[in-house]
């Protein structure tokens, strides 16, 4: 399973950003598709996530400014990132939970898209 990424890049305080994210391989199912972020000298962490179902949960410093969405025909995840701080600044990670009956469950990672909040 592949995921590639697109839409990070560099945007002023309090602007926005689309990320999204494509899944592509040979998986008959994806349960869950997200997004991490990991700042220089962090670990990586949850920023959203949403479920096959449409059920989504956030982290807390983004719930009221981030929105994760997904098509499911298209296996693609996105990201609507509004009212950007520069602390969103981070490298995103694209992440999937993909089920084929070869390996079961798996874990995915896309490379990493980054995003810089700056004025």
């Known amino acids: 399973v592949q995921l590639q990424a697109f839409g990070g890049g560099l945007v002023q305080p309090g602007g926005s950003l689309r990320l999204s994210c494509a899944a592509s391989g040979s998986f008959a199912s994806i349960s869950v598709m997200g997004w991490y972020q990991q700042a220089p000298g962090n670990q990586r962490e949850l920023v959203a996530r949403?479920?096959?179902?449409?059920?989504?949960d956030y982290a807390d410093p983004v719930k009221d400014r981030f929105s994760i969405s997904r098509d499911n025909a298209k296996n693609t995840v996105y990201l609507q990132m509004n009212s950007l701080k520069p602390e969103d600044t981070a490298v995103y990670y694209c992440?999937?939970?993909?089920?084929?009956?070869?390996?079961?469950?798996?874990?995915?990672w896309g490379k990493g898209t980054l995003v810089t909040v700056s004025s």
């Open positions: 992440n999937a939970v993909a089920y084929s009956r070869t390996l079961g469950d798996e874990n995915y």
């Open positions: 949403i479920f096959s179902d449409g059920i989504a």
